[in-house]
């Protein structure tokens, strides 16, 4: 059911399908029973960002996974988003309609510069800190990939990661090793011991046959989180 807000909003603009979601073969899963819940955001139309197949094979693959919920976000319009403005609501996904920073992961697809505004205007409508250094504790992770994270120097301040290469290569073939470190929501619960600590070896077991060390100095806890997941894309 679509909420009150969101609902007297759509009578309002041009085209309200881009706002309602309810497709056919949308997921819609239990956000409770779920560790892990991404948004996958495609900084432009609604139009133009279904008419990617790329964002269909992200968005079954990991949705294949119980413990992980991916939803998709779109640029609005600018009807739409002067109305969210107005109302003093946020961007939020078609799935759940929640809120864009209630999610753990926001992934952006960069494929064409002219969408460099469009992640901007996509944080800032979200009430997500542009800038990587503002945003604090282990929420809000904020990734990128595509043709353009060949070249992230120009957008490299408002972002946490970049994917390099072929999507289907880095993510999608390796989503399993990939997905289940980015749930270890474990390193959440710690996050306050281990800034107080100068130094400490931590032993995580990511299978039955693999033991990893990760030294951890004195370092931010999205630092952190980064270097976990540097460390799952070099595992298969």
Known sequence: MIPFEIERLLSKVQKPARYCGGEINTIVKDKTKVTTRVAFCFPDLYEVGMSHLGMKLFYSAFNKREEIWCERVF??????????????????????????????????????????????????????????????????????????????????????????????????????????????????????RLQRLPRKTVRLRPSKNALCRIL??????????????????TVR
């Open 75 to 192: 640029a609005p319009a600018e009807d739409m988003r002067s109305l969210l403005l107005e109302n003093g609501m946020k961007l939020y996904g078609l799935e759940s309609l929640d809120p864009l920073d209630e999610f753990d992961v926001i992934m952006f697809t960069l494929q064409y510069e002219l969408c460099y505004t469009g992640v901007l205007d996509m944080l800032y409508l979200s009430g997500i800190p542009l800038r990587q250094k503002d945003r604090k504790g282990l929420e809000h992770l904020v990734m990128g990939g595509g043709p353009c994270a060949c070249n992230p120097e120009p957008i490299a301040d408002f972002f946490d990661l970049f994917f390099l290469g072929e999507g289907e290569e880095v993510v999608l073939r390796r989503s399993r090793a990939f997905m289940c470190r980015l749930s270890m929501m474990f390193l959440t619960m710690r996050t306050e």
């Open 216 to 233: 951890i100095r004195r370092i931010s806890p999205k630092a952190l989180w980064c270097r976990l997941l540097m460390w799952c894309m």
